[in-house]
């Protein structure tokens, strides 16, 4: 059981959008900055937006993230066959002193 | 380029013990946090250990706590996870990375090393 909450899969049409939710509390989200990682199939991950909404230098703008109290989301407009993956949120909980995960949404373009 | 390169894992018997190196080239790894994560097959990421730049301050999840022990060795550039008393349920692809920003910005990582425990 994850400490961050995210939907199993999320799926849309090639071009469309979709959104991933990230749900937490106080001490992790509440508490601090969010970074959403894409792992490709057998691949590393690779982080995609860092401190809840900024986008590092290569990752394109279809990509963008957003935290509002306890829950943060990540949104991929434009989707293409090549974002096909799993999306994690990730931060750091303040009164388990640990890094924390969600347990990973699988994106489907149809 | 600023790059991790991971070492060290393999097949080991339950109760054994492994050492997992992680090389930075490109940057100066003492000048930054660092993490160990892992992903057990079919599984999500899992955050294991970090060791923070500056202070050394250690942290480490419930599931290692007493069993692995994270290091820096900054004359070598190296991270290592050392991995005692090992489990089943410690198989999985082990990830070094970067954090560039207090516990929640992992930016670069490795390519990942498999560990699996079994007899």
């Known amino acids: 059981q994850s400490v961050l909450t995210q939907p199993p899969s999320v799926s849309a049409a090639s071009g469309q959008k979709v959104t991933i939710s990230c749900s937490g509390g106080r001490y992790n989200i509440g508490s601090n900055y969010v970074s959403w990682y894409q792992i490709l199939p057998g691949t590393a991950p690779k982080l995609l937006i860092y401190y809840n909404n900024k986008r590092p230098s290569g990752i394109p703008d279809r990509f963008s993230g957003s935290k509002s109290g306890t829950s943060a989301t990540l949104g991929i407009t434009g989707l293409q066959t090549g974002d096909e993956a799993d999306y994690y949120c990730g931060t750091w909980d303040g009164s388990l002193r640990v890094g924390v995960f969600g347990g990973g949404t699988k994106v489907t373009v149809l | 380029e600023e790059q991790l390169v991971e070492s060290g894992g393999g097949l080991v018997k339950p109760g054994g013990s492994l050492r997992l190196s992680c090389a930075a080239s490109?940057?100066?790894?003492?000048?930054?946090?660092a993490i160990w994560v892992r992903q057990a097959p079919g599984k999500g990421l899992e955050w294991v250990s970090s060791?923070?730049?500056?202070?050394?301050?250690?942290y480490y999840a419930d599931s290692v706590t007493g069993r692995f022990t994270i290091s820096r060795d900054n004359a070598k550039n190296s991270l290592y996870l050392q991995m005692n008393s090992l489990r089943v349920e410690d198989t999985a692809v082990y990830y070094c990375?970067?954090?560039?920003?207090?516990?929640?910005?992992?930016?670069?990582w490795g390519q990942g090393t498999l560990v699996t425990v079994s007899s």
């Open positions: 490109g940057f100066s790894l003492s000048g930054y946090s």
């Open positions: 060791i923070v730049a500056g202070n050394d301050n250690i």
């Open positions: 990375a970067r954090d560039g920003g207090g516990g929640t910005l992992f930016d670069r």
